[in-house]
């Protein structure tokens, strides 16, 4: 039988990702959470698991070379890949929200600058409320940009707020619940429907 492609983002969803998939009864023997290896086995040689950067993951199943992936809604809703969005997983909970310094205005004569590692969500959320915007997109400690000018609010993901709280900033507005979810290729979706099905029957008993 052809291998089943799983892709998982390193960071951290991964460990939860990777215990859901435990619990599932699908197990990686080579699997320990300090591994550097980028492609392990499942202990039935079915499951081929590839280790990929968040921002790569998309691209992978959209390509094919991975059949099936776990990934944030947040990056679903920002890439847009096309690709089925088949489970929600109920794992890697958080919030997309709109954040700032207490005292920060969110209507004025002049945009509003705001930083962002989700530039299209966050044009869609501010046209909605009508509220005239520049974004600056940014890869990473998005937290910083109002810290030093570089920007009056951010869009990004809460999950503890411990970020938010120990740089002084608050959540001004909230866009939408996230958590993680399965994504499937669509030629895989014809050419591998039992394998996936069967896959998608294991993660079901548990998340039920
Ligand atoms: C994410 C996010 C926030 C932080 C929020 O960043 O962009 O900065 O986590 O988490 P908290 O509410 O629990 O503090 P991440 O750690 O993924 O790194 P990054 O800043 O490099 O994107």
Same mark, same amino acid.
Request: charged share 25%; net charge neutral; hydrophobic share 40%.
């Given at each position: 039988?052809?291998?089943?492609?799983?892709? +998982?983002?390193?960071?951290?969803? $991964?460990?939860?990702?990777?215990?859901?998939?435990?619990?599932?009864?699908?197990?990686?023997?080579? *699997?320990?959470?300090?591994?550097?290896?980028?492609?392990?086995?499942?202990?039935?040689?079915? =499951?081929?698991? +590839?280790? =990929?950067?968040?921002?790569? %993951?998309?691209? *992978?199943?959209?390509?094919?070379?991975?059949?099936?992936?776990?990934?944030?809604?947040?990056?679903?809703?920002?890439?847009?890949?096309?690709?089925?969005? %088949? %489970?929600?997983?109920?794992?890697?909970?958080?919030?997309?929200? =709109?954040?700032?310094?207490?005292?920060?205005?969110?209507?004025?004569?002049?945009?509003?600058?705001?930083?962002?590692?989700?530039?299209?969500? @966050?044009? $869609?959320?501010?046209?909605?409320?009508? !509220?005239?915007? &520049?974004?600056?997109?940014? #890869?990473?400690?998005?937290?910083?940009?109002?810290? !030093?000018?570089? $920007? #009056?609010? !951010? =869009?990004? +993901?809460?999950?503890?707020?411990?970020?938010? #709280?120990?740089?002084?900033?608050?959540?001004?507005?909230?866009?939408?619940? !996230? $958590?993680?979810?399965?994504?499937?290729?669509?030629?895989?979706?014809? @050419?591998?429907? &039992?394998?996936?099905?069967?896959?998608?029957?294991?993660?079901?008993?548990?998340? &039920?």
């Amino acid at each position: 039988m052809e291998y089943l492609t799983l892709a +998982i983002a390193t960071g951290r969803t $991964s460990k939860k990702a990777m215990a859901l998939l435990e619990e599932s009864g699908i197990s990686f023997p080579d *699997y320990h959470k300090k591994t550097r290896k980028l492609v392990i086995y499942d202990e039935t040689k079915t =499951v081929k698991l +590839i280790f =990929v950067k968040t921002a790569d %993951l998309t691209t *992978y199943v959209e390509k094919g070379a991975a059949d099936i992936g776990i990934i944030g809604k947040d990056t679903i809703m920002e890439e847009q890949p096309d690709v089925y969005e %088949l %489970l929600d997983l109920n794992l890697g909970k958080c919030q997309l929200v =709109v954040a700032g310094f207490p005292n920060q205005k969110m209507q004025s004569e002049a945009p509003l600058i705001v930083a962002t590692k989700y530039p299209l969500i @966050t044009k $869609s959320f501010f046209d909605e409320k009508g !509220i005239r915007i &520049e974004t600056i997109k940014l #890869n990473g400690s998005i937290e910083l940009a109002p810290l !030093i000018g570089l $920007s #009056n609010v !951010i =869009v990004d +993901i809460v999950e503890t707020g411990t970020t938010l #709280n120990e740089n002084g900033l608050v959540q001004l507005d909230k866009i939408i619940d !996230i $958590s993680a979810r399965l994504i499937v290729n669509k030629a895989s979706f014809a @050419t591998k429907t &039992e394998q996936i099905g069967q896959f998608i029957t294991k993660l079901k008993a548990i998340l &039920e």
